[in-house]
């Protein structure tokens, strides 16, 4: 690549960025209006994303079953805003997720994805157990090859797919979205879209702390998600919340297990955790009464009440530790031969678990039957991480007309995972593909832009001075976890924003290739995304329990009166612009 | 470079570049020479997901193995202790 590069010119009436489950829906769903639909990709959308190895679970409102719980929608809705986000969460976006999962289900089976099992006895043959919320709800599938069918079924649609194009910046007229550059991560050319609608679904930024193992890519999330989505977004002026919750990538310290879908085994059958003799610190938990379902004898005030209690129960594992204890490990070896197959069944499917079946199998020689994994005290994930993303009407458009977003990339959805993914993706979908139509050409786009991301990739790859990716990268993660870690005051934050501003305006990158070059731009974007994080802590003048897991020594209460509201950031005119949205 | 994530069987890899088209953290390039495995570019920045070695059409026969690295190994407590 050099500065001359080619620029490929594409127009589509709705162009998705991201090709995850959320991207993947919104294009599928967008190829039912009559309009073309381009999917861009920074890596290949049959690996890409969270659920790129695949994932076994989904939660959702299941008629058929939750009915004849006496379990209504609006159960899920308490049992969530209670027990998951602790009243911290967009309640209309919640039922949206809520109440269209199912109907997503069904969608997915019939692209090809199997819910259905013969063995079951579950009504409709599913197979559902306990994750979120007081009764069972959420779907165990078979979805280790779900990015390929859902890939194939884009395809089928005529949805254009472009892989391997890493996109940096949105364009917009008059305050209307029109377009997107981007870089092509393998022949390194510029893509200028012109596009009447924009799908953002990029997901997560993974890569703000530093990774406790040693090993870049031993992270539970894909860390080629960089937050490129929010400082896109930033850079256009529209409004990015709650960025001062994240999960620092502690949680894969050599070890895998919570990539295992049985963080602290409340998923799968069989689960305990046990200490160093043997003694139980948490049961094992069971597969639900199928058979006696509809004779449930607890209302769901009861229920809701028992699982509070059940949390409030859970070991405090990292004080365990301080006082010596553990260490403590995830045991099976009480289960059935059934419990064993299905635990083995569902890891096999979800995220990485294949792979890391195999290697348990094949490289340690491990058998579930006998055989115990040590469980590590800080590897946890924060649901209060789902957040934070782009603010979002109830149609999943952003302040910029024309710009939606969907899964991950949304903010104030705790724990939305992958039916926020499924449904939001569709929903964001459908809003797109219908507003196109109103619009009859492609609004005029300028070329500053174009020229800029010219200018900066030539530079990147012409600096003889420069520093390597992997360097500022690890010394932007080592200011995120030095001033917005465990401990955040104001003091500190003032100095690590005076810190990445340093980092910002000083450091020039050096990309000897393409590749090099992507990843330059992907570390410009984690520091952005640093900055956010950073403003909006000091910013946030209280403090908020797990799952937020955000401490301000200086102000050690949580303050709901005040603070128990969205904080939003956006950029006017260069300058940082802070507002409070209140919780309805 | 530290790690070494991914191993070729040269006698069974017949070069298809279908793991280099799917790793979505772009480790691997194709080997210059056709038919031959593709070569590990960038070893530390593998994820460890098993893209490569799920959508193998070899993998089976054993073209391609994934190797964990030691600082990300389980711990385990065995059974017979």
Not at chain 1, 118 to 139: C, L
Not at chain 1, 290 to 319: C, F, H, I
Not at chain 1, 383 to 404: C, H, I, M, R
Request: net charge negative; hydrophobic share 40%.
């Amino acid at each position: 690549m050099n500065s001359d590069s080619e620029v490929i010119p594409i127009e589509t009436d709705v162009l998705v960025i991201g090709g995850g489950l959320a991207g993947c829906m919104a294009g599928i769903k967008a190829s039912e209006y009559g309009v073309k639909v381009t999917i861009a990709e920074k890596a290949n959308t049959l690996t890409s994303g969270c659920a790129g190895t695949g994932i076994d679970h989904t939660w959702a409102y299941i008629p058929p079953i939750h009915e004849k719980m006496g379990w209504c929608i609006e159960d899920l809705m308490e049992d969530h805003i209670q027990g998951i986000a602790h009243g911290f969460i967009n309640k209309e976006l919640l039922y949206l997720v809520a109440s269209e999962n199912y109907e997503r289900v069904l969608d997915l089976e019939k692209f090809g994805v199997n819910f259905r099992f013969d063995d079951s006895k579950v009504p409709g043959k599913f197979r559902i157990v306990p994750q979120f919320h007081s009764v069972p709800s959420s779907f165990n599938f078979d979805g280790r090859p779900i990015k390929v069918k859902l890939t194939k079924e884009a395809e089928r649609r005529g949805v254009n797919i472009i892989n391997r194009v890493m996109i940096t910046d949105l364009l917009s007229t008059d305050g209307h979205v029109s377009g997107a550059l981007g870089v092509g991560t393998r022949d390194g050319k510029f893509y200028s879209f012109k596009s009447k609608a924009v799908v953002l679904c990029t997901g997560r930024v993974n890569r703000l702390s530093r990774i406790v193992s040693g090993v870049w890519g031993n992270h539970r999330l894909p860390v080629y998600e960089t937050g490129d989505g929010r400082t896109m977004a930033l850079r256009a002026g529209v409004p990015i919340i709650n960025t001062e919750f994240f999960s620092p990538a502690l949680f894969m310290i050599g070890n895998y297990e919570i990539s295992f879908g049985v963080p602290r085994a409340e998923v799968q059958p069989a689960g305990s955790i046990t200490g160093p003799n043997g003694e139980i610190i948490v049961p094992r938990t069971y597969f639900y009464d199928w058979e006696n379902l509809g004779k449930e004898k607890w209302t769901s005030e009861v229920r809701r009440k028992w699982m509070a209690q059940r949390r409030a129960d859970r070991p405090p594992y990292p004080e365990m530790y301080k006082q010596g204890k553990g260490p403590f490990y995830l045991d099976l070896t009480g289960g059935t031969e059934e419990e064993i197959k299905y635990a083995e069944w569902s890891v096999s499917n979800e995220g990485d678990g294949f792979r890391f079946l195999d290697y348990l199998k094949n490289q340690e020689k491990f058998d579930f039957r006998k055989d115990k994994i040590e469980l590590l005290p800080n590897s946890r994930e924060m649901a209060g991480t789902a957040a934070s993303g782009l603010a979002v009407n109830k149609d999943l458009e952003t302040e910029l007309k024309g710009l939606f977003a969907a899964g991950d990339e949304v903010g104030g959805l705790p724990w939305q995972a992958s039916s926020g993914a499924f449904t939001m993706g569709w929903h964001a979908g459908e809003m797109a593909a219908k507003q196109t139509r109103e619009q009859k050409g492609f609004l005029p786009v300028g070329e500053e832009k174009l020229a800029s991301l010219r200018e900066l990739c030539a530079d990147m790859l012409s600096s003889k001075e420069g520093l390597h990716w992997g360097e500022v990268e690890l010394a932007v993660q080592n200011i995120v976890d030095y001033y917005a870690g465990d401990v955040r005051a104001e003091e500190m934050l003032k100095r690590g924003i005076e810190r990445l501003d340093d980092i910002k305006g000083n450091i020039s990158f050096r990309a000897e290739n393409t590749h090099e070059l992507v990843r330059c731009l992907e570390v410009r974007s984690v520091i952005d995304n640093a900055v956010m994080v950073m403003r909006t802590s000091l910013e946030r003048k209280e403090s908020r329990e797990v799952p937020f897991k955000f401490y301000r020594a200086d102000f050690p209460e949580q303050d709901d009166e005040n603070w128990l509201s969205f904080l939003a950031l956006k950029l006017e005119e260069g300058a940082f612009k802070f507002s409070k949205i209140p919780i309805k | 470079m530290m790690f070494r994530p991914i191993f070729f069987n040269v006698e069974v890899c017949n070069g298809c570049n279908t793991c280099v088209d799917l790793c979505p953290v772009d480790v691997l390039a194709p080997n210059l020479e056709k038919g031959k495995p593709p070569i590990v570019a960038y070893p530390d920045e593998c994820s460890y997901d098993g893209s490569c070695w799920i959508h193998c059409p070899l993998s089976d026969k054993g073209a391609i193995k994934v190797v964990t690295p030691l600082p990300m190994r389980v711990a385990i407590l065995r059974g017979n202790r």
